[in-house]
Every structure is written in structure tokens, then in C-alpha cells.
């Protein structure tokens, strides 16, 4: 089982959910991924997602006008100073950095073109615990409409390298690298808004579809086999837009 015990700087290590309905949204996660919930003591409603007890995802309540969403946080060893860097960057603060009690410090940014991320500092809670397999988080993917303007800020900000995917000129995708380790991708493309993609890794992409349209979510991106694995972009019923996809072990090691 791939189980973290902690990330790298860097790194996405975090997801979870804005929801209206902190019940709903975990009654329809539940059904589909399997996940069980447990609601935090003091937190407002935030709920943690568990597979097979260990953390992996979480909803919150929705909170001033921004979208229903799946939210991305990325691992800090320092969440001030990520914080400085985010505003030197380009970036802006959407939530200055806050002390969460036993769990750890983060902030909410958003990066040059606004696409809105977390900065997570761990302490108690160092993140998805489970990574990489069925139900869990499988990828992190920025979808931007300036891949140049994206590098740079994720770079000064977080020390990202590049590195290109393929030699399509229309195809502009960058795989990320922390340490020399893949950690996220970038994806430039004026088919979607620039946001930050949530994939989650499945058992079957097509019976995952059917389930998810059976408990009121609907299709954005039918079922298509990809270089890396089937997959397929949902909406959740209260619209916040994910991604599955069943990995091919071959192509990803």
C-alpha cells in the first residue's frame, strides 16, 4: 500500500472539497470512492475523508463567493515564507498564514493568474495518506492558459522543474519535478478555466462513471484511454468538478 509518512517541499500532499452540504457531499463520495467520514471536533464541519482509516481527502464548507471546488494544498516546510514568496511571485494571499490547532499552519493563495491553491505547513496532519491506488489521490494537474507564466511561478515559488511531455507543438504539457521526482503536471489549454485538477485513482473508469451519474453527478469528459490510463472528468452533484482514472501500472511504474 503506498502510505505517506510525510512530503517533500514542494510537493501536493492535500485535497479537499468546498460543499454546501457537508452530508451530501460526503453520502455521494462515500458511495462512489467507498471513503468514510469522520466530522473534526471544533472544525467548522470539516470533515475528513478515511480510507481504511487513514486520511485522504476532506470537505469543507463553502465559504465567500469563490466556486465550488476541489482545492489542491502544497507541502511547505515553512508556510510564512511560502506565503512571501507566492506575493513576490505575482501571486496574491487569499488567507494569510493561520495556525490549524494539533494539525499544522497553512495558508490560501492564488498564483498570477488566479487559480487558487493551499500552502500547507505539516504538523499533526502531513497530508493524503494514502496516494496512488484505488479510492485514493492519484495526480495533481494545473490547468493554465499560460504554461510559461505558470512555470515561472511555481518555480520561484516552490522550485519546480520542468520537464516537456512530447513534441506536439499543440500539446503543451510539463511534468514537474521536486528532487528529481515527478510531483505534478502543467497543462496549457483554452478548452477549460485555468484550475488546479483533482485526479482520483479507480478500479473500473467506465462503472465509476455510470456509479457517479447514479447518485446525481454528470459527465464533463466521457471515458477515453490516455497514455497513462482510462479516465474521466465527473461533476459532483453540488458541482464541483474531479477526475478518475484507472492507472496503467506499465506506463507509470
Known sequence: ?????????????????????????????????????????????????????????????????????????????????????????????????FDVPGAGRMAFAADMLGVPFGIWEARGHIGARIVNEPFAWAWAELITSDIVASQSFYGEVFGWLPEEVGDDPGFLYRMQKVDGRVVAGIFETDAMPPIWGVYVAVEDTDATVAQAVELGGTVLRSAEDTAYGRMAVLRDPAGAGFAVIRIDPETTG
Open 1 to 97: 500500500m503506498p502510505e505517506m509518512t510525510s512530503y517533500v517541499p514542494g510537493t501536493p500532499c492535500w485535497i479537499d472539497v468546498a460543499s454546501d452540504d457537508l452530508d451530501a457531499s460526503a453520502a455521494f463520495y462515500g458511495s462512489l470512492f467507498g471513503w468514510d467520514a469522520t466530522v473534526m471536533p471544533d472544525g467548522g464541519g470539516y470533515t475528513m475523508f478515511l480510507q481504511d482509516g487513514k486520511a485522504v481527502a476532506a470537505a469543507g464548507r463553502h465559504e465567500g463567493g469563490g466556486p465550488v471546488a476541489w482545492s489542491t494544498y502544497i507541502a511547505s516546510d515553512d508556510a510564512d515564507a511560502t506565503a512571501a514568496k507566492v506575493v513576490a511571485a505575482g501571486g496574491s494571499l487569499l488567507a494569510e498564514p
